[in-house]
Structures are given as C-alpha cells and as structure tokens.
C-alpha cells in the first residue's frame, strides 16, 4: 500500500513530514516501509502552500491477504489528532493507494509531473480518484488530496532523478524554543563528500536548521543515504526525538521546464535561452533587474536582495550577452535561480579616435568630427572591450536556494556520470 499526505501544518507550527515521520514509526506494528519515504515538493508558485509545498508518501509491504482497514483508521486518526484544523489554509488530504493497472500509473505519473510544473484543480485530483477507486479522505476543502495523491503517484511510478534528506525531529518539549546545535560540528559535517546547502560559505551562516517553531531540528541534503548518514554522524546537538531518511525530488529541477518567452504563463517555472536586451538596473530595496528577449518577446528576470553576491555577476552582464535563464516566473518576471553566460558581448560602438580623442558628433546621423583636426567619420567604430566576468554557469548561495533548485554540485555529478535516476 501507499499512502499519500499533504496539507496538515501552519505557519504556526506542525509540518507535514513530522506527521510522516510519527505514521513510519506507528506502521511497523504492520509492515514495512518498502524503499524510502517520500518527501517530494510540489510547485513552488503555489499560492496556498505554507512553506515548501512539500507533500509525502509512505510505501508499506504488506499481504494481499492482509486487512487495509486498521493502517486507514491509524493514518486517519493521526491526522485528525495532529493537523493544525484550526488554520484556514489547512485542508489536509490523505489517499491509500492498494492496487495498480499500467493506465492508473500513466494518468497518475502524468498528474504526478503536473502538480510540479502546474496548477492544478481539487477536481482533477477527485476525479483520478473516482476512476481508479482509490480510497481517501479529504478534509476541510480537501485541497490536500493534490499534494496527497502527486507524492503517492511518484512512489508508484518512480522519479526520474533523485536525491536524499535526513530530517531530525525535535522533543515536543522543546518546539519554539532556539536550538541547540554546536556550530563547529555543522562545518565538520558540511565538508563531508556528497551532501550540500548545509552551509553557506558566502554569508558564513548555517542554513540547514530552518526558524520557524515547527519540530524540525534541521536537514541534511546529499546525493546518497551513506552521504547524508555520514554527515549527520558528526552533528552535536540538543537530543533528537526521531530522524527520518527521505528519498526526495529536491534539488533536481524538475519544476522546470524549456520554453520560448512567448509560450511563458505566471505560477509555472522555465529554462529560457535569450539575449541580454536592456543594462541590468538595480531598483530600491537592492534587487537587480535584467531584460532577456529571444525573437518572440522579451521579458524581465530578477535578482532579489536575498540572492547577495549574485546580484554582482547579475549587474555585469551586457546588453548582447546570450544567456540561458532559470526559475519561477510571477507577475510576468522570472525570479532567478541560475543563470548561464553562453556568450559574452566583447564589442562595443564607439565614436572613432583622432588626434589621441574621440571624434564628437555633430547629430543625429551627421556624422562625426576631430575637434582639433577638423577631420570627419560618417559611422562610429567597433571596438572590443575587457569583460570581468566569463562564460559559464552562476547560482544563488544556498541560504536563497529553492528546494527543487538543482545546484551547481550536481550538474558535475552528473558529468562524472554518476546520475541518481533511477
Ligand atoms: P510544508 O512545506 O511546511 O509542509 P507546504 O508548503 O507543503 O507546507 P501545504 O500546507 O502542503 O504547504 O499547502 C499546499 C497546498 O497546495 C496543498 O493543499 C496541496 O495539495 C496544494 N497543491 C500543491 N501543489 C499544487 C498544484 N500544483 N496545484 C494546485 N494545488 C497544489
């Protein structure tokens, strides 16, 4: 069986993986978990999400012959007792995925994807539902059935690139107090092999403990379960209730997808190849903004203040730089997550030299003169200019990193040719 959750916190507290990670440890009484959990997040532009938009499945093995009956009533009565019902953006949805044919798994893979890289409707996931009989609860509004029924579809169908989280809770006692984590342990752990955005080695802080007074202590991000086990080995910490390894689609990209900029719609995140068409300007508050156009239309992307150091590579691009942009675009601006530098523009026009000066111009499309020697120039002259910045691939530190943002680490793990699909 799988069972699908989502949509049981507040930004008050609670988090929906907790709620996961109590069910793991409730479940053994009946099975085991086949695999890993799943924490998948789902799209980022989601309007109603609380945090991460992050929802989770849980595989268990058990016999056909087995009653389904008593693992509902538990998983129901967990959320029933810890959902925060009370926020009204909290409308929790639970699906129990018992049996499978190849059409179930092409619509829900479909639906699956769909809920990564689009909006989607309480209906459609409703209407899957009724078609293939698979059993749920949704309550409130029951806008938790999507999240419940997109992480339960990709552990029925797979994910096509992958990566882990160790996640460790915190005592019940201790939630929304500060926590007790000794800083050097995390460096130590952060230069362990494979796992990344423990650390920020630009602004020097520590970013896998998130702020909020919800029960996780922090994160541990890696290419592997050995990697993530390895670094967590070193953290020194205030006790831990429980921790849960999560298989997971973070960090893979999978919300984006290649278009042209005519074709982008809000609420949906792309990879667009384009053309630098305005100067980058710097607008109040610190973020940079840059125009890409490609033939079909042009658009703004943005650089925002918490992205810090790469603003500076942003505000160095030229107008005629080819770039390839990546991220979420809203209010008809692409909010970047990377960016690649495929071309630099190395020329300039400029008014041609005389005499050791620039010519001035005398008009629009007069021509140009040499103040001193009288000679004239009907055209300026192209000239080439030093760039401080190369070709290549730029991102955000990790404290601005989205959860679904593939780093630059991976994209050379990949050239190694150790790709995690699966
Ligand atoms: P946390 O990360 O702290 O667990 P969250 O950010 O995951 O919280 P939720 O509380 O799960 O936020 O709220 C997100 C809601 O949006 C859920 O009801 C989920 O079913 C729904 N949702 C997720 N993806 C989509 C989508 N692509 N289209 C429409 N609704 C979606």
């Not at 929790?92 to 890289?117: N, Q, T, Y």
């Not at 970047?336 to 111009?361: D, I, V």
Request: aromatic share 6%; charged share 25%.
């Amino acid at each position: 069986m799988i069972i699908g959750l989502d949509d049981t916190d507040s930004k008050e507290g609670m988090c929906t993986t907790y709620i996961a990670a109590v069910l793991i440890e409730k479940l053994k009484a009946f099975g085991r978990v086949e695999g890993y959990p799943l924490l998948v997040r789902l799209n980022p532009n989601i309007i109603y999400k609380t945090r991460g938009n992050a929802a989770l499945a849980i595989p268990i093995g058990m016999k056909r012959s087995e009653d389904a009956g008593p693992i509902k009533k538990i998983v129901i009565d967990t959320i029933e007792e810890m959902a925060v019902f009370s926020a009204q953006n909290t409308n929790p949805g639970v699906v129990f995925i018992e049996e499978s044919s190849e059409g179930m798994k092409k619509d829900l893979a479909r639906f699956s994807l769909r809920a990564v890289r689009d909006v989607l409707e309480i209906r459609e996931a409703e209407e899957l539902l009724s078609r293939y009989g698979i059993s749920h609860k949704g309550f409130k509004n029951g806008r938790g059935l999507i999240g419940a029924l997109a992480a339960a579809g990709f552990a029925l169908t797979g994910l096509p690139d992958l990566t882990y989280e160790l996640i460790a809770y915190r005592e019940k006692k201790r939630w929304g107090t500060p926590r007790l984590i000794e800083e050097g342990s995390v460096w130590k752990a952060a230069a362990q092999p494979d796992t990344w955005d423990t650390v920020d080695h630009e602004s020097k802080r520590i970013v896998f403990a998130p702020h909020s007074p919800d029960p996780i202590l922090f994160g541990i991000r890696g290419k592997s379960e050995l990697a993530v086990r390895r670094a967590f080995s070193l953290i020194k910490s205030e006790p831990l209730e429980r921790y849960v390894v999560y298989m997971t689609n973070q960090n893979t990209d999978m919300h984006l997808m290649k278009a042209k900029i005519s074709e982008v719609l809000d609420f949906r995140s792309y990879i667009l190849e384009g053309t630098v068409t305005k100067p980058p300007r710097t607008m109040e508050g610190g973020h940079v903004i840059l125009e890409i156009g490609d033939g079909t239309s042009a658009m703004e992307c943005a650089a925002f203040e918490p992205t810090k150091g790469f603003r500076s590579i942003i505000r160095r691009l030229r107008v005629g730089d080819e770039v390839t942009v990546y991220g979420s675009v809203k209010e008809g601006t692409l909010n970047l997550e990377k960016l690649k530098l495929t071309a630099l523009n190395q020329h300039e026009s400029k008014n041609p030299l005389c005499c050791a000066k620039r010519m001035k111009s005398m008009g629009r499309q007069q021509g140009y003169r040499c103040e001193k020697c009288g000679a004239t120039a009907k055209e300026q002259v192209i000239e080439s200019i030093k760039r401080n910045i190369s070709t290549g691939f730029y991102e955000v530190p990790p404290s601005a990193r989205r959860h679904l943002s593939k780093p630059l680490v991976r994209f050379q793990e990949h050239q190694e040719g150790s790709s995690c699909a699966r």
